[in-house]
């Protein structure tokens, strides 16, 4: 699939459609996780931003995209809630995955959800379990926009950079993702210094 739209993309210019494509990849990948839908979106958005698409727009549908596959991952934790964690999910994934993002999730939900985007694996779990945890949408809605920017942004700026380079792009997610679990370590880290020490007050 990916490669015949980087055939596609080297033999056409960018038409009106390639914001909506940006949009739709985002959302896509947001709602169905094992879709290569970051590394797609570098390549597409280097190719719009070279043929003149203004490097804001393309973040803005990635953003869009996201922020809408995020809100349906909410309410389908809110509605089914429990019932479909604990049968049709645990059969999906491993028990382990969802018991992990439900445990975040109720001891730090604004926080996790504003971060989500940059946990990888469990990224789109994390704001289901937002929603089968009770949380109201009015609290989940800013920091999961927050996320969706701040990724998208992210994405956008290397896409201008690299251009429509696959390999250039898959090299980029690959340290790009090294470098944010040495981030999040360092920043359990830090979360587990101050709780040791405020146990010690404490005593």
Same mark, same amino acid.
Request: proline share 6%; with cysteine.
């Given at each position: 699939?990916?490669?015949?739209?980087?055939?596609?993309?080297?033999?056409?210019?960018?038409?009106?459609?390639?914001?909506?494509?940006?949009?739709?990849?985002?959302?896509?990948?947001?709602?169905?996780?094992?879709?290569?839908?970051?590394?797609?979106?570098i390549v597409v958005s280097g190719w719009t931003v070279s043929s003149g698409f203004p490097l804001f727009l393309v973040a803005l549908y990635g953003v869009t995209g996201c922020f809408m596959a995020s809100c349906i991952l909410f309410y389908l934790g809110h509605k089914p809630g429990k019932q479909f964690v604990e049968g049709w999910l645990k059969r999906k994934l491993e028990p382990e995955r969802v018991n992990?993002?439900?445990?975040?999730?109720?001891?730090?939900?604004?926080?996790?959800?504003?971060?989500?985007?940059? %946990? $990888?694996?469990?990224? #789109?779990?994390?704001?289901?379990?937002?929603?089968? @945890?009770?949380?109201?949408? /009015? =609290?989940?809605? %800013? $920091?999961?926009?927050? #996320?969706?920017?701040?990724?998208?942004?992210?994405? @956008?700026?290397?896409?201008? /950079? =690299?251009?429509?380079?696959?390999?250039?792009?898959?090299?980029?997610?690959?340290?790009?993702?090294?470098?944010?679990?040495?981030?999040?370590?360092?920043?359990?880290?830090?979360?587990?210094?101050?709780?040791?020490?405020?146990?010690?007050?404490?005593?």
């Amino acid at each position: 699939m990916i490669e015949r739209i980087l055939e596609y993309l080297a033999n056409n210019p960018p038409g009106a459609w390639a914001g909506p494509l940006l949009g739709l990849i985002a959302f896509v990948e947001t709602l169905f996780p094992p879709f290569p839908g970051d590394i797609l979106f570098i390549v597409v958005s280097g190719w719009t931003v070279s043929s003149g698409f203004p490097l804001f727009l393309v973040a803005l549908y990635g953003v869009t995209g996201c922020f809408m596959a995020s809100c349906i991952l909410f309410y389908l934790g809110h509605k089914p809630g429990k019932q479909f964690v604990e049968g049709w999910l645990k059969r999906k994934l491993e028990p382990e995955r969802v018991n992990k993002a439900k445990e975040l999730i109720a001891s730090h939900g604004p926080l996790i959800l504003a971060a989500s985007r940059f %946990i $990888p694996g469990i990224r #789109s779990l994390l704001v289901l379990m937002a929603g089968t @945890s009770g949380m109201r949408f /009015v =609290l989940a809605v %800013i $920091p999961v926009a927050f #996320s969706a920017i701040a990724w998208y942004t992210i994405l @956008s700026v290397a896409g201008s /950079v =690299l251009g429509n380079n696959i390999q250039a792009a898959e090299g980029f997610m690959k340290h790009f993702e090294i470098w944010i679990w040495v981030v999040l370590a360092l920043a359990l880290l830090v979360f587990l210094i101050i709780r040791i020490r405020r146990r010690k007050e404490k005593k």
